[in-house]
């Protein structure tokens, strides 16, 4: 087969989306709009009881979406409130995998200090469930060292290889392709060959941009967006799209994008879960194609 660059389409056809499992209108319109099996995120919004995760993953799951709650370690109180958590996530809303965060907070609400911590507890494992993915940051992370960003992920890459778990990584959302990819090819160098689905932002104005960069901690992509007016414009007027293009651009030749291993993109939908869905429609629109392909 002659190399080429994926199409649009192909870039966004096995996606996944973030949701707030507290927010039922959120909840159902997911359930309405999004075809199964779609892959859902629900997050967990510091402060919230955990459980309130299960009724939302247990309405989505009957609806056909894969469900992947969040589980932030920092904000778990107890071993005991992780291991019940496990357990009704399983027993009640029927969930098989899990997404492990380390969660922004500066001391730790219990025993867990970091992702790779709830990893070890084995509280996961121990109800059946081996698939876990952690977070990724190609831009770092203002709050952690470089050094140590890399040191734990190649432990916790160490652990799921011994322990046979199914790790996948999910990156933090940026502005810019270059950066995503540098980040992949490092991590390949390395020998890390888990599965990468690259976190994006869906469309919004750049106000809501900029104040999720900064909540997030992504400097380079706030720089990307105040210091470059066309670009910024660009990425309100097109979405992702542009980013989009780039990644598929390094994946022409189909030994660099079977090394790259990218399982799909995420987007974070700042702008609502219903701007992000018609922007995918839009785009991926065989009219709008045969325009930009």
């Known amino acids: 087969m002659l190399n080429r660059i994926p199409s649009m389409r192909e870039m966004l056809r096995d996606y996944s989306v973030e949701l707030v499992p507290g927010d039922s209108r959120l909840i159902d319109s997911a359930i309405e709009r999004l075809p199964a099996p779609t892959a859902v995120s629900l997050t967990w919004i510091p402060g919230s009881n955990p459980l309130e995760m299960i009724s939302a993953a247990a309405k989505l799951r009957r609806a056909g979406l894969v469900v992947m709650p969040h ?9 005991r409130q992780l291991g019940e958590l496990a357990e009704r996530l399983v027993g ?6 899990v997404l492990i965060i380390g969660g922004d907070r500066s001391k730790p609400a219990g025993p867990f200090d970091s992702t790779l911590a709830v990893m ?15 977070a990724g940051f190609p831009e770092g992370n203002p709050h952690i060292p470089a050094t140590v960003l890399q040191e734990a992920l190649a432990a ?27 980040w992949i090819r490092r991590l390949r160098a390395r020998g890390i060959d888990v599965p990468v689905r690259i976190g994006l932002a869906g469309p919004a104005g750049i106000v809501t941009l900029v104040r999720y960069a900064a ?23 097109r979405g992702p799209e542009p980013i989009i293009r780039g990644i598929a651009a390094s994946l022409a030749d189909e030994e660099a994008r079977a090394a790259m291993g990218i399982a799909g993109l995420h987007f974070y ?19 709008r194609l045969t325009v930009h392909t």
């Open 71 to 79: 589980i932030g370690a920092r904000h778990l109180q107890s071993g």
């Open 92 to 97: 009640e809303a029927g969930v098989d995998r």
């Open 120 to 134: 070890q507890s084995g509280a996961f494992q121990r109800v059946g469930i081996f698939r876990m993915a952690i």
């Open 156 to 182: 916790k890459v160490e652990l799921a290889r011994r322990e046979g778990l199914r790790l996948s990584i999910v990156t933090q959302f940026c502005f810019s392709h270059e950066p995503i990819l540098d």
């Open 215 to 237: 909540r997030c901690g992504v400097g380079n992509s706030i720089r990307v967006l105040t210091e470059n007016p066309s670009f910024a414009k660009a990425l309100v007027d």
């Open 269 to 287: 939908t700042f702008g609502g879960l219903g701007r992000t869905l018609e922007w995918i429609e839009t785009t991926t629109s065989p009219r």
